[in-house]
């Protein structure tokens, strides 16, 4: 499944998203979340899983003109828009979803910066 955003995606800086009370994954599957914007590939957001049902997570979009690959589109062309994709993955395969330790990280970064 994905979705397209309109030009102003990247003032979207973060997504809720929620499994259900209905809706099950096996318990080694995960419900992924990707964001691209125009130009870009996509980036691994976050995920969902039986243990945690649901998440806030951060949207990452690139500043512009930070290297993204050139478009090919006239600016203001309607087509100009961002891809949110959500899919069923192997959780094995995704990267860590320790919030905890990522939170611990991000704090340390914060104070790194302070000094």
Not at 1 to 26: A, K, Q, W
Not at 77 to 94: H, K, M, Q, R
Request: hydrophobic share 40%; glycine share 8%; aromatic share 6%.
């Amino acid at each position: 499944m994905s979705h397209f955003v309109g030009e102003s995606y990247d003032s979207i800086r973060e997504i809720c998203i929620f499994l259900l009370n209905n809706f099950t994954l096996p318990p080694d599957k995960a419900l992924a979340l990707y964001i691209q914007s125009p130009g870009t590939p996509f980036v691994f957001c976050g995920a969902v899983t039986l243990s945690r049902p649901s998440a806030v997570l951060s949207l990452p979009w690139p500043e512009p003109g930070t290297g993204g690959i050139p478009q090919l589109t006239a600016p203001g062309d309607p087509n100009l828009t961002a891809t949110i994709g959500v899919s069923v993955e192997d959780l094995a395969a995704l990267p860590s979803l320790d919030v905890t330790a990522e939170r611990k990280i991000e704090r340390m970064a914060m104070k790194v910066g302070e000094n």
